[in-house]
């Protein structure tokens, strides 16, 4: 039976505060707590992280027994927990062929992906500042990116989160089920046009802010228990 709502939640800025920061793990133990008593809310984590990451994660959020995947790699990639099983949704990104062409010594280049080119920027560069630099030297009629609270992600054009979310949707049984999206940054954009309702911790950019119909007022893990309690509530029954 389906779940009376299907969430999608990014990760960094959403269900952990940011990369690099140690977790609230008392926040994340609520919030595994709160998904463990709630039955009729399926919990999937939306995020540029590799698979391997997002594994543990739901292992931390007690989902890892979930029959809805998780969308990985900026939406290249499912990752179903209870299976265990990883599934490209599009061909391997020619990771040599884009370094190639970056300026050498601004970015750092996250490991382990198959489908996304995630790069970090090297102090004392911001991640939109990254951006604006990696810009010139990407092919937009073959590779798009996207910029996240954390870095600054290059996938094929056409992939983003909105697209894994289609492709997992396509997949699983969400008969009668509100999707739900919960997002902080730029990136999430695509993730807000796929789902039936969007949501935001109080940190998020302004310009999620704006199209979001419910806007925490707590931030970060606080914020996505907030918006989940909050959903019974809020005119979706």
């Known amino acids: ?15 952990i505060k940011a990369k690099g920061e140690e977790f609230d793990l008392s926040a994340l133990l609520d919030l595994k707590e709160l ?56 061909d391997r990104l020619p990771v040599s ?19 996304c080119l995630s790069l970090y920027p090297q102090s004392p560069l911001s991640v ?13 009629n073959r590779f798009t990116f996207h910029v996240s609270s954390a870095a600054v992600d290059i996938t094929r054009t056409g992939v983003h989160k909105g697209f894994g979310i289609g492709k997992a949707l396509e997949a699983v049984d969400r008969t009668g089920a509100t999707v739900v999206g919960i997002g902080d940054a730029d990136n999430d954009l695509p993730m807000f046009d796929a789902v039936d309702y969007r949501a935001a911790p109080s940190n998020a ?3 999620i802010k704006v199209r979001a119909d419910f806007v925490s007022q707590f931030s ?18």
């Open 97 to 115: 062929e884009i370094l190639e062409r970056l300026p050498t010594g601004s970015f750092r280049v996250e490991p382990g992906k198959l489908c």
């Open 205 to 207: 950019m302004p310009s």
């Open 220 to 237: 970060d893990t606080r914020g996505v228990i907030d918006i989940l309690e909050n959903l019974g509530r809020l005119g979706l029954s």
């Open 128 to 140: 939109p500042e990254l951006a604006g630099l990696v810009t010139p030297y990407i092919d937009l």
């Open 35 to 90: 998904l463990r008593r709630s039955p009729n809310l399926a919990f999937a984590i939306c995020t540029g992280r590799g698979v391997p990451y997002v594994e543990a994660m739901t292992q931390v959020l007690g989902i890892h027994r979930s029959g809805f995947p998780c969308v990985c790699e900026g939406g290249g990639v499912l990752y179903w927990p209870a299976k265990d099983r990883t599934e490209l949704l599009v």
């Open 1 to 15: 039976m389906s779940p009376r709502f299907l969430v999608f939640s990014d990760n960094e800025g959403c269900i």
